[in-house]
C-alpha cells in the first residue's frame, strides 16, 4: 500500500501513473457538489459530433439500496456485498446515449469511456477513490427499470466512489516498445 501524494504537486502524468482502482473506502461522506464539479471537468472528454452521449445516477445515503437489493436479489449469498455496497460512500451509474448507426454507437461507447476515465483522474487529484465495476446488473432489466434507464441506453458500469483507505500497489504494465509496430520510409510497403 502507498500513500497518496499532495494533490498540489502531481502532474497528469503522475495522477495517471499513480491512480488506482480503489476497493476499501473510508465512510466520510463524498458531497454532491465535489462529484458535480468532477463531472463537470469529466465532460470536457473528446465526442465526436458534440454529441455528449452521456448521463449519470448517483446512488446515496439510502439510494444505495437499489444497488444493494438488486446485488442480493440475484444471489441470497452475496449479503456480504449488500453490506460492502452500503458502505461505500457513493455509486455513480453510467449511462449512454445509444445510436442506431454502428459508427455512432461506437464513436458513442469510445466517449463515455474517456469521459469516465477523466472522471477517475480528477476525483484522483482531488483525493477521491474509485473503481469501475461492470457488474452483470448492467444488463438486468428488473435494475435498468428500477434506476429509470431506457431503451436505447447502455448502463457503462457502475462507479464505486469515495475516500480511499487503502490503496493498492500498481500491477506492472507492459512496455509499449513491446507494443509498437513502427512503418516508416524504410519498411512502408
Ligand atoms: C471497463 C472496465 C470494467 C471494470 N470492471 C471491473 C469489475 O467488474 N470488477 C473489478 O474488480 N474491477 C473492474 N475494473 C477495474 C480493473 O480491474 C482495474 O482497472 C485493473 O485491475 C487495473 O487496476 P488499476 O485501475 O488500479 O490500475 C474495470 C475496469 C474497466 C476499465
Avoid at 432489466?141 to 434506476?147: D, I, L, Q
Wanted: hydrophobic share 40%; glycine share 6%.
Amino acid at each position: 500500500m502507498n500513500n497518496l501524494k499532495e494533490k498540489a504537486s502531481l502532474t497528469i502524468k503522475e495522477v495517471i501513473e499513480q491512480r488506482r482502482s480503489i476497493k476499501k473506502f473510508k465512510k466520510d461522506n463524498v458531497p454532491t457538489e465535489l462529484v458535480l464539479d468532477l463531472l463537470n471537468t469529466a465532460v470536457w472528454a473528446p465526442n465526436h459530433g458534440l454529441r455528449e452521449p452521456w448521463r449519470f445516477i448517483l446512488l446515496k445515503d439510502e439510494g444505495r439500496k437499489v444497488l444493494a437489493d438488486a446485488i442480493l436479489k440475484k444471489n441470497e449469498e452475496l449479503r456480504p456485498k449488500w453490506e460492502y455496497v452500503m458502505n461505500v460512500p457513493l455509486h455513480l451509474v453510467v449511462v449512454m446515449k445509444e445510436d442506431p448507426r454502428q459508427k455512432q454507437w461506437e464513436e458513442n461507447f469510445a466517449a463515455v469511456c474517456t469521459m469516465v476515465q477523466n472522471l477517475q483522474l480528477a476525483g484522483w487529484e482531488q483525493g477521491i477513490g474509485m473503481i469501475w465495476k461492470t457488474n452483470p446488473l448492467i444488463h438486468d432489466p428488473n435494475f435498468r427499470e428500477k434506476v429509470g434507464v431506457q431503451q436505447g441506453e447502455k448502463i457503462i458500469g457502475f462507479l464505486h466512489i469515495g475516500y480511499p483507505d487503502a490503496i493498492p500497489n500498481g500491477k506492472d504494465r507492459t512496455p509499449a516498445e513491446e507494443l509498437l509496430m513502427i512503418i516508416d520510409t524504410d519498411t512502408a510497403i
